[in-house]
């Protein structure tokens, strides 16, 4: 059975650094591409950045160089590190899987995973 436990929220100032972590259970980790999304109160389901199996990332549209993914196939865990965290980041970021697509990279949309993980928050103060 897949499951994904994230760790790592807080609570931060404005400025400050969090790194988040997803630890993946139950599945054949490097077959699997893996990403992380954000959800604020009222607003839909943003997808931060996807990962491939071969380590190759996409990020969200609003990313900048803030956000920085990475993945472990060896302790099967993903990472998400975020610096200069800004008010407008909080929100409830999730981790999530699935098997890889046939023609490589990674899925983009919140339908296309279907393994999640509960949340951890991130609350960011001016």
């Known amino acids: 059975q897949v499951q994904l436990v994230e760790s790592g929220g807080g609570s931060v100032q404005a400025g400050g650094s969090l790194r988040l972590s997803c630890a993946a259970f139950?599945?054949?980790?490097?077959?699997?591409?893996m990403a992380w999304f954000r959800q604020n109160l009222g607003k839909e389901r943003e997808r931060v950045v996807s990962?491939?199996?071969?380590?190759?990332?996409s990020y969200g549209n609003f990313v900048k160089s803030r956000f920085t993914i990475s993945r472990d196939n060896a302790t099967n865990t993903l990472y998400l590190q975020i610096n200069s965290l800004k008010p407008e980041d909080t929100g409830m970021y999730y981790c999530?899987?699935?098997?890889?697509?046939?023609?490589?990279?990674?899925?983009?949309?919140?339908?296309?995973?279907?393994?999640w993980g509960q949340g951890t928050q991130v609350t960011v103060s001016s």
């Open positions: 139950g599945y054949t980790y490097s077959s699997y591409c």
């Open positions: 999530a899987a699935d098997r890889a697509p046939r023609y490589g990279g990674c899925w983009s949309r919140p339908a296309d995973f279907g393994h």
């Open positions: 990962v491939a199996s071969d380590g190759s990332a």
